[in-house]
């Protein structure tokens, strides 16, 4: 899904904020301090973990700072709760601070087990009887309304609301409006977003209104980072690799944290292990594990 995971991310940059206002209104989340700055942080966990999509920094009204890790899905990911769980113990190792994870799914295709966010260990070990949250928002059961009355840099996601292909239009006049009355500089990004986007939910004729105000779409550094994922996919066999070898220091880095330094032997039946995802797996078990011979016998479970 790369070309959605740009304009994903693109959207939290201009929009922080708004995606923390977002997941207070429908998650109960702790409100912000008012006033308070809000960032975008460093996402990339690679000396714990492989990067996330993008991380916010922020203050809640008592007065303590946290992280919102942020994860965009426009398909689906059998391992998704895992994958979360493992970023977000990777974040709070590297910034030290309590961080909550937040799954943005843009399309019903990216639905997946369990679907109440809440994931709870193995019944049948009592040792892993333990619970992990994260937060879940699906875009297309939200009023565009969501999207059209917040933050200028979310209007792209409206169109992936609970929308009628027959309002499309007149939702595209109102992004239009503010667009050009809020955000002129930023139009071409975010046209590109919206059209991208568009093909989530609606064929090339239903999004033509949009294909329409995309004219200057390929000055759009959105635009210019999508092609440049297009050119790299070319090398994704050599890149795998490298993505295994960050695995393997990720597991020993965590394995070393909760379970002491590996010897010879783990190290080797580290090396044996080619797949990012077992590894992965591993490091997310680390910390529930006896030791490092505990844990390399989950390897063929």
């Known amino acids: 899904m790369g070309k959605y995971d740009v304009v994903s991310k693109v959207l939290v940059e201009y929009a922080p904020r708004g995606w923390l206002d977002i997941d207070t209104r429908l998650n109960h989340v702790p409100p912000l301090a008012e006033g308070a700055a809000v960032e975008v942080i460093d996402a990339d966990v690679s000396s714990v973990a492989a990067a996330a999509d993008k991380v916010i920094k922020g203050v809640f009204a008592d007065g303590h700072p946290f992280l919102r890790h942020m994860e965009f899905q426009a398909g689906r990911d059998s391992r998704l709760a895992e994958r979360i769980c493992f970023y977000n113990a990777a974040l709070r190792f590297r910034h030290g601070l309590p961080v909550r994870s937040l799954v943005v799914m843009l399309s019903p295709a990216a639905e997946v087990e369990p679907r109440d966010g809440l994931v709870t260990g193995d019944p049948r070990h009592a040792d892993s009887l333990r619970l992990f949250v994260y937060g879940i928002i699906r875009v297309w059961t939200l009023?565009?309304?969501?999207?059209?009355?917040?933050?200028?840099?979310?209007?792209?996601?409206?169109?992936?609301?609970?929308?009628s292909e027959a309002a499309v239009?007149?939702?595209?006049?109102?992004?239009?409006?503010?667009?050009?009355?809020?955000?002129p500089g930023q139009a071409g990004e975010l046209w590109t977003a919206a059209h991208l986007l568009a093909g989530l939910r609606f064929d090339v004729d239903a999004a033509g209104s949009i294909v329409a105000k995309v004219h200057n779409m390929r000055e759009s550094s959105t635009?210019?980072?999508?092609?440049?994922?297009?050119?790299?996919?070319?090398?994704?066999?050599?890149?795998?690799?490298?993505?295994?070898?960050?695995?393997?220091?990720?597991?020993?880095?965590?394995?070393?944290?909760?379970?002491?330094?590996?010897?010879?032997e783990i190290v080797a039946r580290i090396t044996d292990i080619h797949s990012t995802d077992r590894l992965e797996s591993l490091a997310v078990r680390a910390a529930k594990s006896k030791s490092w011979a505990d844990l390399l016998t989950q390897v063929s479970e």
């Not at 409006?177 to 955000?183: K, L, T």
Request: glycine share 12%.
């Open 169 to 183: 239009p007149g939702l595209v006049r109102r992004m239009d409006e503010r667009i050009a009355a809020e955000a």
């Open 143 to 163: 009023p565009p309304e969501m999207f059209l009355d917040g933050p200028v840099g979310l209007l792209p996601l409206a169109l992936l609301t609970n929308v």
């Open 223 to 264: 635009y210019q980072q999508i092609l440049q994922e297009g050119r790299e996919e070319g090398r994704e066999e050599g890149r795998e690799e490298g993505r295994v070898e960050e695995a393997r220091r990720v597991l020993i880095r965590l394995g070393t944290e909760f379970l002491g330094p590996p010897g010879e």
